[in-house]
């Protein structure tokens, strides 16, 4: 396909139409695993021809001079990463295409909300932290749960080679539990996706021990990421940090999730528990 670069218009729709199916399959199927918290790893999410592409995609712009820093991870390290959300070439157009589709997007809601409404469906939106990222090997992430407007979250793993069992086991995303201990529930596999929602205990991070290129992407909610600035700006994310905490809560108690069901005092005793000690919904260590 040659980064599907020279196709014009028609075969473009067509290329979308033929990976939404695939993908729409792929989501349709996954199993939802229960800990530490729900999560989904789905292997060879793309067909093999596009993901080809997306990785040459990738590594053109790795290796190419649009990258920029990144440093929100760790504040001991930048990272490199690549914006897609403006990228009108087909591999971009046809990943933003495919996960804004209807059908995909409430394939993926079912997995983890109680009852995805049609509304939600349609008030769901690519951020714009929509990109590709370029971590050096020896990195580690702080532990976090994700914004409360990020109502489900996304990390594409694209090896630049092969990697061992044990190299696909430490750089993948780590689901921690509420003990903080790791769980290695994903592999940094080429073609997989772990996907999860963010709530109170959905802590994650990564390492890594080999250089880890990642495509990541959240669904968000612009009206509550408006919500959410607005109460950034007035002190929400300082200490005690209880802003985000009802962030959470009011968010949950609007689109409960399977996992905590629509009890609110299932909520609140969650709520209760969260460990969210930092800014930006981290969990640094004491």
Known sequence: ?????????GAASSVTEWCRAHVLRACETA????????????????????????RAHLQRHKYGSAVIERNQDNPSFKNRRYNLEHDQGVVARTLHAVFSDGEVK????????????????????IHEEFEYVYTPAGKFQNIHVDIPPKFMSFVFYIPEREASE?????????????NLNPNYRARFRANSVCVFVPHFASYHGFSSTMERDALVMFYVDPAELDTWNQLRAEDGD???????????????????????GADPERVAAEKATCLVNAPQGRVMRR
């Not at 396909?1 to 218009?9: D, F, L, P, R, W």
């Open 106 to 125: 409430q394939a993926l809601l079912r997995k983890f909300y109680l009852r995805p409404t049609a509304d939600l469906c349609a008030a769901l939106r």
């Open 1 to 9: 396909m040659s980064e599907m670069g020279q196709a014009t218009a």
């Open 166 to 178: 044990e190299e696909e086991l430490h750089n993948a995303t780590i689901l921690y539990d509420r």
């Open 31 to 54: 199993v939802v695993g229960q800990a530490p918290f729900h999560h989904a790893f789905i292997e060879n999410i793309f067909p093999a021809e596009f993901y080809d592409s997306l």
């Open 238 to 260: 300082s200490p005690p940090f209880a802003g985000i905490r009802d962030a959470i809560e009011a968010k949950l108690l609007r689109h409960p999730l399977i996992e905590f």
